[in-house]
């Protein structure tokens, strides 16, 4: 086992730099907050999945770390983000003394979390998919939304997110089923327009509780979507 800990990565100088920079990078063409606050979220969600269902610390651990890291590849490109981050994240892990056999299934989890190439390849690539995806808030939009203001798709991807006043995940009570519940303000954003937008990453996240042996569900606004 590496001594290469979720809070050594959370303090490292160099982590720090490439996440700060990733979303300063998005900051710049427009797109949601990718920030500490998006990571540290993922990593929460990631470690909470994998540690309820039971499996080994370790492997919550690498989920954590997986998640903490899985935005890096922004710093480059929006584009093929997840297997620059996956790249980026092999040198770091590398350099820092991790054995291989945890580097491998890390940048693989990273490597596969944009819905354009996603697959749950293993448990952890399973929990970060679940938790990026289901990051859905308020806090994440940076431009103040005007009204009328509905051009292009990363204005309505931002007014989705502005209109989701509360989000959680969590698992049904028999431990069968994740859930992610949302709260819409309909003023603001239909539930359509939801789907319209998150469509894909819903039916990514659904794939990556298959391979966790769950379903999963999305509650809007109280009503069971899927």
């Given at each position: 086992?590496s ?59 690498l989920?954590?770390i ?17 297997q ?31 819905e ?25 939009v ?74 999963f569900?999305l ?8």
């Open positions: 086992m001594n290469i800990t979720y809070k050594y990565i959370k303090s490292n100088k160099d982590v720090q730099t490439y996440i700060s920079m990733a979303d300063a990078s998005l900051s710049s063409i427009g797109y949601t907050e990718h920030s500490n606050a998006h990571v540290e979220k993922a990593a929460q969600t990631a470690y909470m999945i994998l540690s309820t269902l039971g499996y080994p610390e370790r492997e919550c651990e989920a954590q997986a998640a903490y890291m899985h935005d890096i590849g922004n710093v480059i490109n929006r584009i093929d983000h997840a620059s981050g996956a790249i980026m994240a092999f040198r770091l892990l590398s350099n820092l003394g991790m054995p291989a056999e945890e580097i491998a299934i890390i940048v693989s989890a990273i490597g596969n979390h944009d354009s190439t996603a697959y749950p390849v293993n448990p952890i690539a399973a929990a970060l998919i679940i938790a990026d995806k289901t990051d859905v808030r308020r806090s994440r940076r431009k103040p939304l005007v009204e009328d203001d509905a051009v292009g798709v990363q204005r309505t991807h931002d007014r989705v997110n502005y209109a989701c006043v509360e989000s959680r995940v969590y698992f049904s009570e028999d431990k069968s089923a994740l859930v992610l519940e949302v709260t819409i303000d309909e003023n603001i954003s239909s539930i359509m327009e939801y789907f319209e937008i998150f469509m894909e990453r819903m039916k990514l996240c659904r794939n990556a509780a298959k391979t966790l042996k769950l379903e569900h509650v809007i606004n109280n009503k069971k979507i899927v």
